[in-house]
């Protein structure tokens, strides 16, 4: 028999089990329902607060546009100014709709922004990205450190930086890129960054007296081997894996002796943190043991995108050894020459006072420095379409100084005075870059949009780079060697 205290007790447990089962399932289902109703709330507010941060990015612009970008020079130019400020503010709720519905918001407000603004026809205007602005300002970024020019349809290596991902693969200046992961590549740019296997086909040479071998794509210190020492071409094809990494890439100049003996100064930038201190003051000694010496110096400013004004006429000034007029930076208002030195820009890094000065004055002289620590003896200048901005500033400076030549290709025509202003409602490192002041050389001219045109023209062939690795550098080496350029060479006066 079943004892009845047993089965009571039993019952009532039973019972009780009974009781609490919809108490508990209401619990979980509660919290089921908080979580979601809080996951709602929090996507719904994360939405509203990107909403609101691109949308107050994209009417900053429009401010900043309207209130610091440089005066209009003309009519047509207030006429374009006035109508984008009024298509820039009434699109901004349709434009930050349409971002939001890209996979990556950020990058698309500055494509679309970007586009906007290039109305404008005029260079340093557009929204820079964090990993933009870092590669520009510390020269770090993923990277392969291989740089590249399309010739002739082909995609062929110009430079490879020391320690990066391309050198340690062995690749060298002249190698062809064929494709990457057996996709040929569409922008010789590509190579400073896409990661894969590589395939290279690269030229060598025979050496006719010693029977062997001889690469010719050269680092810079190697001088040109005459056309009787080598017979023969010979290609090889190499499949090589590349992967981009963080590399800081070198933005100091550099200074050396070719093998002819030729003086070699590279300046790969002029980022105000690398003309002071006690490098750029080594720099100055070595210039000034040069001159002693009397050898000729060829100065490298090919891909150097620019930097700061002052740095700019630091490196004048250690190659004019005296102070002169270089130009002007102004909002406007061009003052005469006899007023240059109550304009002029003290030798100073600091971008604060640049503007400030500018601000209070409305222009700024450039103006060279007298200097004891200088080189005074003949200057070949290199550059190319990829000189911009205060580097053009220093070419054409360069190629009104006496016993100067400038050789290569004509510069970008990127000069004006430009100015970050940060967009944090979008997040750190988003800026636009918006040109603030114009820039006239001492003679009047107007370097945007039409560049430096240098005094010898040198061409690219195909040929030239496979076989050489840097044609330019050994045509510019012989030039300063013989006065002359080897035959062949694509070159017009």
């Known amino acids: 028999m079943t004892n009845p205290t047993t089965s009571s007790e039993a019952v009532d447990r039973f019972g009780d089990r ?3 089962m919809p108490v508990v399932g209401f619990g979980f289902l509660g919290v089921l329902l908080s979580l979601l109703i809080f996951g709602v709330s929090a996507r719904w507010s994360f939405t509203w607060v990107e909403t609101r941060g691109l949308q107050q990015a994209w009417l900053r612009v429009c401010d900043l546009v309207e209130q610091e970008m440089l005066p209009p020079a003309d009519r047509h130019e207030q006429q374009r100014q006035l109508s984008f400020i009024e298509h820039c503010r009434r699109d901004a709720a349709s434009e930050t709709r349409l971002i939001l519905n890209s996979s990556q918001p950020k990058r698309e407000f500055a494509r679309r922004m970007t586009d906007r603004l290039s109305i404008f026809r005029i260079s340093h205007l557009y929204i820079s990205a964090p990993q933009e602005t870092w590669a520009i300002w510390q020269g770090e970024s993923v990277d392969t450190g291989a740089r590249a020019k399309l010739i002739d349809g082909e995609v062929v290596l110009v430079e490879v930086l020391d320690d990066s991902p391309a050198q340690e693969a062995g690749l060298r200046a002249g190698d062809v890129i064929m494709s990457v992961d057996a996709r040929p590549l569409s922008e010789a740019q590509e190579v400073q960054s896409v990661s894969g296997v590589w395939e290279v086909l690269r030229t060598h040479r025979r050496d006719r007296r010693r029977g062997q071998e001889l690469d010719l794509q050269r680092a810079p210190e190697v001088s040109q081997a005459s056309a009787a020492e080598v017979k023969g071409a010979v290609e090889s094809r190499l499949s090589v894996p590349i992967q981009a990494r963080p590399l800081q890439v070198p933005l100091s100049p550099s200074l050396w002796r070719l093998r002819s003996g030729t003086a070699y100064m590279r300046i790969p930038s002029f980022l105000p943190q690398v003309f002071e201190g006690e490098a750029w003051q080594e720099m100055r000694v070595a ?19 620019g930097g700061s004004f002052p740095a700019a006429m630091r490196a004048i000034s250690a190659l004019s050894c005296k102070p002169g007029l ?7 208002f061009v003052p005469s020459p006899e007023e240059a030195l109550q304009y002029a820009l003290p030798d100073d890094l600091s971008a604060h006072l640049q503007l400030e000065r500018l601000s209070r004055d409305g222009a700024l002289s450039l103006m060279s420095h007298s200097q004891s620590l200088c080189f005074s ?16 500033i220093f070419a054409q400076a360069m190629k009104e100084r006496p016993q100067t030549r400038v050789l290569g290709w004509p510069s970008a025509g990127q000069v004006v005075m430009a100015r970050w202003f940060e967009l944090d409602s979008i997040g750190p490192g988003y800026n636009l870059v918006l040109p603030v002041a114009r820039y006239e050389s001492a003679q009047g001219q107007s370097l945007e949009r039409r560049g430096v045109r240098p005094d010898v023209e040198l061409v690219r062939d195909l040929e030239s780079a496979r076989r050489l690795g840097d044609p330019w ?14 035959s062949g060479g694509s070159v017009s006066f």
């Open 287 to 305: 210039l000034g043991e040069l001159s002693r010496s009397r050898t000729q110096l060829i100065v490298d400013v090919r891909r150097n995108a």
């Open 377 to 392: 003896g003949p200057v070949l200048v290199l550059m190319d379409e990829e000189t911009a901005s205060v580097a053009e």
């Open 18 to 20: 009974r009781m609490t």
């Open 326 to 332: 270089v130009g002007w930076v102004h909002r406007g």
């Open 473 to 486: 550098l050994e045509w510019t080496d012989e030039f300063a060697r013989t006065g002359r350029f080897p």
